[in-house]
């Protein structure tokens, strides 16, 4: 593939140009894979059973109410917060859900990427950016520089426009040539281009990186990623 020109474009340099030090940083992932995803998990778990403790109490507080024979009409607000905490405590479980298998995929995914480094490639995880919360994975080698969103199971279009949102903003930062991917994990999808995205399922996603030719990233742009900057 050759990536759009809007996305930016590196200058030609091999691997072995960087430094021993920094190449021994690129060694290193500072972040692990999956990491961003599982705590927003966490958070969502906590959220969910918050709601469903505060839902759960209004039952014996309404009972309560009755027994001292509370007018009806002053339980109603009781009752609709019981069905409001408890309908939150649905739906931020679904989130908590959805987050946790993200987190998995991303980790299975991570793995599996981590065999490139004896390759040659810097491997970056759950790196940060501004405004859009984190980036999967960044690979960068001889091949190329990969911004890697990873999915369960599908992906909607606007995840494809965020994608390349993402590669911009990581050109910009870096100064790289960036070709944007999404990544689905639990489903088999040969490599197609989507939007100007590529997507594909797990199984293709180390060959094709490997059979790709686009620029490798100047040294100064791979010492930061590999410093998790």
């Avoid at 759960?56 to 309404?62: E, G, K, N, Q, S």
Wanted: hydrophobic share 45%; charged share 25%.
């Amino acid at each position: 593939m050759r990536p759009d020109p809007s996305l930016g474009r590196g200058t030609r340099l091999s691997l072995s140009a960087i430094g021993a030090d920094e190449a021994g940083v690129a060694g290193r992932s500072p972040k692990q894979p999956g990491e961003y995803a599982l705590a927003r998990a966490r958070r969502e778990w906590r959220a969910s059973t918050v709601l469903v403790g505060l839902a759960v109490l209004t039952i014996p507080v309404a009972v309560l109410a009755f027994r001292f024979e509370r007018p009806l009409v002053a339980l109603l607000p009781l009752v609709a917060l019981g069905l409001v905490a408890g309908r939150l405590a649905d739906r931020r479980g679904d989130a908590a859900v959805r987050w946790t298998k993200g987190a998995l995929s991303e980790a299975a995914v991570g793995t599996m990427l981590e065999a490139l480094r004896g390759e040659g490639y810097v491997v970056v995880h759950d790196r940060e950016q501004l405004g859009e919360g984190n980036i999967d994975h960044v690979v960068a080698g001889p091949t190329g520089v990969f911004l890697i969103e990873t999915k369960h199971r599908w992906y909607v279009d606007s995840a494809t426009t965020k994608a390349k949102r993402q590669a911009v903003k990581l050109h910009n930062e870096l100064g790289v040539w960036i070709t944007p991917v999404i990544c689905v994990h639990a489903r088999r999808r040969s490599p197609i281009r989507h939007d100007g995205v590529w997507v594909m399922s797990a199984e293709h996603l180390l060959d094709w990186i490997r059979a790709q030719h686009d620029r490798p990233a100047r040294a100064a742009g791979l010492a930061r990623l590999s410093a998790g900057r």
